[in-house]
């Protein structure tokens, strides 16, 4: 059996519980957490940047490692390892693109 993906770092243990918990689509994200003002901490578009932030930083680690790796600083496990973790975190942040996108034009097509 393959090991559920641990919660992305930047996201309070709350929330990430929370978001485990609700659907797999992006609008109960940030559920009970959103001002009337949309500023409040715990917003959609604060949770958005942090996991694009977390995306980068993944990616970034992966190089870096890799850079190590080829110049003999590193193991072959250890550039493996944090290559497939940027390359999870690349399938799932296009993965709830997707998914967002799918939801937007379902939104969108709605009659009134």
Do not use: H, Y
Not at 22 to 29: D, F, R
Not at 34 to 43: C, E
Not at 78 to 89: C, F, G, I, R
């Amino acid at each position: 059996m393959i090991a559920p993906i641990p919660p992305i770092p930047s996201i309070g243990a709350s929330e990430a519980l929370a978001a485990t918990q609700m659907s797999p689509t992006l609008a109960g994200t940030g559920a009970g957490s959103v001002s009337a003002t949309g500023s409040s901490s715990g917003s959609f578009q604060n949770l958005l940047g942090q996991a694009i932030d977390s995306l980068n930083n993944t990616t970034n680690n992966a190089t870096t490692v890799s850079l190590q790796a080829a110049s003999g600083t590193a193991t072959v496990a250890d550039a493996t390892v944090a290559s497939t973790e940027a390359e999870l975190a690349t399938q799932l942040a296009t993965a709830v693109t997707s998914r967002t996108v799918t939801a937007l034009n379902s939104i969108m097509n709605m009659p009134m």
